[in-house]
């Protein structure tokens, strides 16, 4: 296996192949009670073509469980008529609970890159020279993480970390810069008049007023604009 050849730890899920589903039904299961799963199992297995058998993990839900299906990790889930499986190949020696959690945190981590690839233009390549997509690349990348900043800048004071949820590159554009409005000149005044239907007015407003109170001070530093700190 390549990963092997040049000593790299893996996870991967697994696909849905008969001799696999013999393998999870005869499988020694117990409960898992530091995953969302009802039961887990472990056991090494040699899929065809592969050179050697490989240490295997997955977990099983009760399909008669109570539990919304919406509330269930949805990743890699495949059917038998009694369970939901979710089976893994690692080389990795930790465990199952941890592997788990660790792969979903790369789930998530591929929302982000498919985000960036579709509204940061992280995919396109713009030139047939090395260099030039380099920089386009990171471009892309803090144009990304310029609008998480924005967003983190914009939330309610009180808010914690755990209360934070993503907002979305697309939905950020729709709520503070694709702005139906009209700028106005009168009396030696300048201003901007919004729709009546832009709903994010307060928010929009708030928004400014804090980034124009980002000032250095005589010191040199960036006094803070909210008062409170994120926590968690």
Not at 197 to 225: N, W
Request: charged share 30%; hydrophobic share 40%; proline share 4%.
């Amino acid at each position: 296996m390549l990963y092997e050849k040049h000593q790299v730890q893996f996870i991967v899920a697994a696909r849905k192949t008969r001799r696999l589903l013999e393998e999870l039904e005869k499988a020694g299961w117990k409960p898992s009670r530091k995953t969302d799963a009802d039961e887990q199992c472990e056991f090494w297995y040699q899929p065809d073509d592969w050179a050697k058998p490989y240490h295997f993990i997955a977990l099983r839900y009760r399909k008669n469980e109570k539990t919304p299906e919406k509330e269930r990790e949805q990743y890699q889930l495949f059917d038998t008529p009694q369970y939901r499986y979710r089976a893994f190949v690692t080389n990795i020696q930790e465990p199952i609970d941890l592997l788990v959690w660790f792969y979903n945190g790369r789930a998530g981590a591929e929302n982000l890159i498919k985000e960036a690839n579709n509204d940061a233009g992280l995919a396109a390549h713009p030139s047939g020279r090395w260099r030039t997509n380099c920089v386009h690349f990171q471009l892309a990348l803090l144009a990304y993480n310029l609008n998480s900043w924005l967003m983190l800048f914009n939330r309610e004071e009180e808010a914690k970390v755990d209360d934070l949820q993503h907002t979305t590159l697309a939905t950020a554009r729709l709520r503070f810069l694709f702005l139906a409005a009209r700028v106005w000149r009168h009396a030696g005044r300048e201003g901007i008049s919004y729709s009546d239907h832009y709903q994010e007015q307060g928010l929009f407003h708030r928004l400014m007023k804090r980034l124009r109170e980002i000032a250095c001070d005589s010191g040199g530093t960036f006094p803070p604009v909210l008062a409170r700190a994120l926590a968690k």
